[in-house]
């Protein structure tokens, strides 16, 4: 779910904390949804986002379409995990 503020919308991560972490060929990404919790009910394939924070993140199509070509600031707190992302609006 979001939360809608002046000039930008901030969108909590659904995924359950056990699934929030997932490696591919020895990179370790995030796991990030806005409805999923459990990554193996995602239909259709995983998409990876690169950031200019040098860290990877993967998403379900669904919130992919969501952040596309929008500005994002990824908040991770101080244990390295994603909880959540601002969209800035246009």
């Known amino acids: 779910m979001s939360e809608t503020k002046e000039n930008f919308q901030i969108i909590n991560n659904t995924i359950l904390p ?7 060929d020895n990179k370790e990404f995030h796991v990030f ?11 259709g394939d995983w998409l990876a986002i690169n950031t200019d924070k040098k860290i990877s993140i993967l998403t379900d199509n669904k919130t992919m379409q969501r952040l596309k070509n929008k500005k994002i600031h990824w908040n991770i707190n101080d244990e390295g995990v994603l909880f959540s992302a601002k969209i800035y609006l246009k």
């Not at 056990?18 to 591919?24: E, I, L, M, S």
Request: with cysteine; proline share 6%.
């Open 33 to 43: 949804s806005e409805d999923i919790t459990n990554p193996s009910k995602c239909q």
């Open 18 to 24: 056990d699934f929030r972490f997932a490696k591919h």
